[in-house]
DNA sequence: GGAAGCATGTAAAGTGTTACATGATTTT
DNA sequence: AAAATCATGTAACACTTTACATGCTTCC
């Protein structure tokens, strides 16, 4: 029964000291880390007890005034199980679900002009994220670096960068199909 | 109780003529439809009974010699219900869960040296999947466009690139950590 | 005759999201 | 005093995957 992704979001936290569950909800907002894998209330709290069965992490009371709270900290068999998963030499998995893409794939019906308004609803969206990465997620993974940690800071340029190229992507696919639109070229006389 | 994503997969497959549950199935794989929205067995066939209690497809028996076969067509509510969709205004939901930038992100912890394998071991995953869109699935979306249909191909060139890009970007960044690993650039004396 | 592929489906387990429920502390 | 934020958790629902179960047809 080894662990899963989601494990390893809540153990990591725990490690650089991020110690209650809301405090972990927050870090993964704050770090845009629901861009590639989302996680929520409902799957932390009950990953943290799961952590602390199996020895994974320690939690104590930690309670602020009357209100309760319980801060963890990680093991040693917690370390090593990041390690080694960070090590492992198995291909990580990679999933995307883009309802975009699917409507794409179902434009073939529509007329070129939809098909182009379609592709530049797309463009926009790639526009709005990268923006959100640059203006937002960014400056925030560069205090990180300041800080001591490098990783933050690749991922959001990594975000960043996809949306952007994305963006231009689509640019290119809308100007084919309105080339295309504008009368397939003709032999010349 | 409008409908998923998942649906209009099945439904945009029953529209163009690919009418039994195995041959959508097929046709998901041979797309590599699952790139952007996996989709299994145990999901399209309850999917496709009930589109079909709501009136969006028509099945009708048609036997394969004695083997049983129900072959499903589109009807109008179902055409008009994938243009709708298609012609929405609404922001289409995009979701990401990768593991590999997961990893990424806990590799903080590590020695330079194994963050630059970890990179090195996500641009050959990149590169491999690249490899897999142009040898297999661009060449099987030029026949698709030659009977007519444009978006196969749109979406494997979008795959290609994308994971070229990507293997790129992995590319890149491996050299930057390498080049602070032989040594920040000491202040020329 | 055997293997590979065509064809449909169910059951159970696992995973994840939404909504709800509660209450303390800090900021305005 | 109200609003925002901190903090923990549950219940119900929705969705997906894995494994199972069956049997026909075509190709070698």
Redesign the pocket.
């Known amino acids: 029964?080894s662990l899963?992704?989601?494990s390893y979001v809540v153990l990591s936290f725990v490690r650089t000291g991020v110690?209650?569950?809301?405090?972990?909800?927050?870090a993964i907002e704050d770090m845009r880390m629901?861009e590639f894998?989302?996680?929520?209330?409902?799957?932390?709290?009950?990953e943290?007890?799961h952590l602390e069965r199996e020895g994974y992490i320690a939690?104590r009371d930690?309670?602020?005034?009357?209100?309760?709270?319980?801060?963890?900290t990680i093991t040693e068999k917690g370390e090593a199980a990041i390690d080694d998963w960070v090590r492992s030499d198995d291909v990580p998995s990679l999933?995307v679900?883009d309802e975009g893409l699917l409507r794409l794939a179902c434009s073939d019906v529509l007329p070129g002009e939809e098909v182009a308004a379609l592709i530049r609803r797309l463009r926009n969206r790639a526009e709005a994220a990268a923006r959100e990465f640059r203006d937002y997620n960014i400056p925030m993974a560069q205090a990180a670096r300041d800080a001591g940690f490098r990783a933050p800071l690749m991922i959001s340029r990594m975000g960043e960068e996809f949306h952007a190229w994305s963006a231009d992507w689509y640019r290119r696919l809308e100007d084919e199909v309105r080339a295309e639109l504008d009368g397939p070229p003709a032999p010349p006389a």
Request: hydrophobic share 30%; aromatic share 12%.
């Open positions: 029964v899963k992704p989601s110690s209650t569950g809301y405090a972990i909800r927050s629901k894998w989302a996680t929520t209330f409902a799957q932390i709290y009950p943290l007890a939690g930690d309670p602020h005034g009357d209100r309760h709270r319980i801060a963890y999933e679900r």
